[in-house]
């Protein structure tokens, strides 16, 4: 290890001086870009290290009266640049440092150059979520005529723009985007990284409905269909994210889909087997549900009503339930009956049973009582007892046959065409109900 080094790597001020003020004085000309046998580290790079801005200012400034270009494009066995390196250890003072001495010195810096895990000056400071420096590399691009690979990726996949809508950076989308738009570069808006994510998605989970609204108006401008269907590496796609994420996301991803005639997949499940209308009902949402229902309807799709997902083992109608909600019962009760589907029902799958509203009871008795549903009752159940008290009391009301009927003897409910053979038999008081 030679002097200047250990002084380096000292983080020793006055010895790196004395060595510099020496070798001037002397016309020695000092191993600025050298690696040690031990370590393999030039001192620039360990001034770079360490934070130290005073020692960062000498080794420059001592390069520039002896006439020695320092290396500044590799400084170590990974094959990084320097300013790469003081963007991880997000110093903006010696960020200025390196792109002004590579400017001053017409060193040809190789920004575009990858290193270790494959990232490179732009995608690092983006990373590290930089705007001030994303704006530096690009004026630095701008002034040397380099275009800069705004579009290429690291190791995991990861690349700037996608970083900066992880990021939650709108002000980086804005000046990507510009940069692309002024060397007429074509985004990448499809390309996931290793973890399934990609742009769209991205902005959706970052709750950030302007840079979801930015990338849909850049690929409009740039006639790019984007992939609003697909999922990430755990089956989540857009509109599920967006069901949770709230109205505005959803609206505008059926929006885009209807402008662009895309059929959303809302059925699709994700790995937990959750499902946009699932979800809707689990966040206790209603008018996402309605608009669920209102686009399966608009597109001929039957939703998928009963499924469960694997994680809580809920469906819609627990959910609904559990959040002790007419208005979402009656919805769902009401798309069944629309649809021709039997809706099944688990009383262990609802929480708080003891304190659902009364008409909540009664609409899933005549709802039970007229075979639209299925339930599988509790060992004790709460509900069954609570069924039974509506029945027994339900106002203007007649029993006959165990058929409920109205005032008029006519029946309140039809019957699902699925269960004609029902509507052709009399039924004992009771029958076919868990009330005997």
């Known amino acids: 290890m030679y002097p200047l080094l250990k002084a380096v790597m000292s983080n020793n001020i006055e010895i790196v001086k004395l060595l510099i003020n020496y070798a001037i004085k002397n016309d020695i000309i ?19 290290i360490n934070k130290n801005d005073e020692i960062v200012k000498l080794l420059f400034d001592y390069a520039t009266k002896a006439k020695v270009l320092l290396n500044i494009n590799k400084i170590n ?4 640049d320097l300013l790469s390196l003081a963007i ?4 903006e003072s010696m960020i200025d440092q390196i792109l002004n001495y590579a400017n001053e010195n017409n060193i040809d810096f190789k920004i575009n150059e990858k290193f270790g895990d494959g990232n490179y000056p732009l995608l690092a400071a983006t990373i590290r979520n930089d705007t001030k420096t994303v704006e530096k590399i690009m004026n630095y691009a701008n002034q040397n005529d380099i275009i800069l690979n705004i579009n290429e990726k690291n190791n995991k996949g ?4 996608l970083k900066a809508i992880e990021n939650d950076n709108i002000e980086i989308v804005k000046l990507i985007i510009n940069c692309a738009n002024e060397y007429n570069i074509i985004l990448q808006l499809k390309d996931k990284d290793d973890s399934g994510f990609y742009p769209f998605l991205s902005a959706i989970i970052k709750d950030n409905l302007e840079i979801l609204k930015l990338i849909i108006d850049y690929a409009k401008k740039n006639n790019i269909i984007l992939d609003i269907n697909e999922k990430d590496n755990w089956g989540v796609s857009p509109l599920i994210i967006a069901v949770v994420k709230g109205y505005e996301f959803v609206k505008t991803i059926m929006d885009y889909a209807n402008e662009n005639n895309i059929i959303l997949k809302i059925n699709e499940k994700d790995n937990d087997g959750s499902y946009p209308l699932l979800v809707a009902t689990f966040v206790n949402k209603l008018e996402i549900a309605k608009l669920i229902i209102n686009y399966a309807n608009a597109n001929n799709i039957t939703l998928i009503i009963n499924g469960s997902d694997t994680r809580f083992k809920g469906n819609p109608m627990s959910y609904a339930l559990s959040y002790n909600k007419y208005e979402m019962v009656k919805l769902l009760i009401d798309y069944a009956n ?18 659902l509203d009364t008409e909540i009871i009664e609409i899933l008795y005549k709802s ?22 509506i029945k027994n009391n339900l106002d203007g009301v007649n029993i006959s046959n165990g058929t409920i009927l109205s005032d008029n003897g006519r029946p309140m409910i039809e019957y699902h065409s699925d269960y004609e053979i029902y509507n052709s038999r009399e039924r004992e008081f009771d029958d076919d109900l868990p009330f005997r």
């Open 368 to 389: 039970y009582d007229a075979f639209e549903m299925t339930i599988t009752f509790s060992e004790e159940s709460i509900l069954l007892k609570k069924m039974k008290e």
């Open 338 to 355: 629309e649809n021709d589907i039997i809706l099944g029902l688990n009383e262990d799958q609802i929480c708080s049973i003891s304190k």
């Open 77 to 80: 066995k990974e094959q990084m």
């Open 30 to 48: 000092l191993e600025i870009n050298d690696y040690s046998s031990q370590v393999k580290f030039t001192p620039i790079t360990y001034a770079v």
């Open 158 to 161: 990861m690349y700037p723009l």
């Open 88 to 91: 991880l250890v997000k110093n």
